[in-house]
């Protein structure tokens, strides 16, 4: 293989994004999921025995629980500051640095929407426990924060976005602005391949696991996509989409357009039927219910403070 794309910014449908491929799953400046992507086992992090708020995959929750025990037993206590985030919250958040410094300040911190590893319910935002927001200052210098860098990985969790070259706060590697908070859960196995490897996230799963050639065109068939029925199961911040994800065919790189993707319209599912029998309303409610959650959940995201990606 060839170096990596650059950094260069692209919306490429990535392979593998099935939801049991969640450890090899990549996601970057080029290569997104659906907007209709929602992983079917979120869970409170509360659940997990760790401070802080918001969901992420059940898939790490036995690790993220001992991680956290870990930490708390070195002294050094971590929380979760901000994990899931669906296709609608990512956009408004970008959409948010757009509008405060501009989209060319923004993309160097914040994901646009469907290239977020929040998204994929593997990404967090982690802070110190009681500790507030993790962004001012140097949260790697913190005990949380050096316990994180030096532990987590025998965790299943790996540092997205280390520091550049040099030790400078761009990274063209990851593509991402240095965030010592964000990590990515990957399981114990993969982190640990990962972290004997020295590359970041995105050149590991590159080089050997996402099955796109350098150019975002697929080399491998594709086993598995995300479908539609996983995202009507009850995740606290979930609308059921009537659409059917796209297929497994990457779009046009070029088509930059593409990053608004498909518009989630939750009454669908109940209006397209011609007539309402029983399942057609019990899934109207599951709709209006999921609604409601997300609203609340976005409410609840205006009240936090500042976040990046
Ligand atoms: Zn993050």
Known sequence: MGPLPSCALGDVYTVPRGYDDWSTTLVDRLLRVEATYVPPDLMRVSEMGIAGGGSIRGVAAADTRAMAKAARAAGAPIGVWSGYRNYEQQTQLFNGYVTQNGFD???????????????????????????????????????AGSWMRENAWKYGWVNSYPRGAGGSRWNDRSCFRYEP????????????????SGLTIREYLWNNDTMLDRNGTLIAPATSMPSASASTSASPSASPSPTTPLSGTPSDPSVAATAAGPAVDPAKPAASGSGLGAPALVAAAAVLLGAGAALAVAARRRRSRRQVE
Do not use: C
């Open 181 to 196: 908070w964000h990590y990515r859960y990957l399981g114990r196995e993969m982190a640990a391949k990962v972290h004997a």
């Open 105 to 143: 300040s923004a993309i160097t911190y914040s994901q646009r929407p469907g290239h977020s590893e929040h998204q994929l319910g593997l990404g967090v935002d982690f802070m110190s426990a009681g500790g507030g927001n993790p962004l001012p200052g140097d949260w790697g210098k913190t005990p």
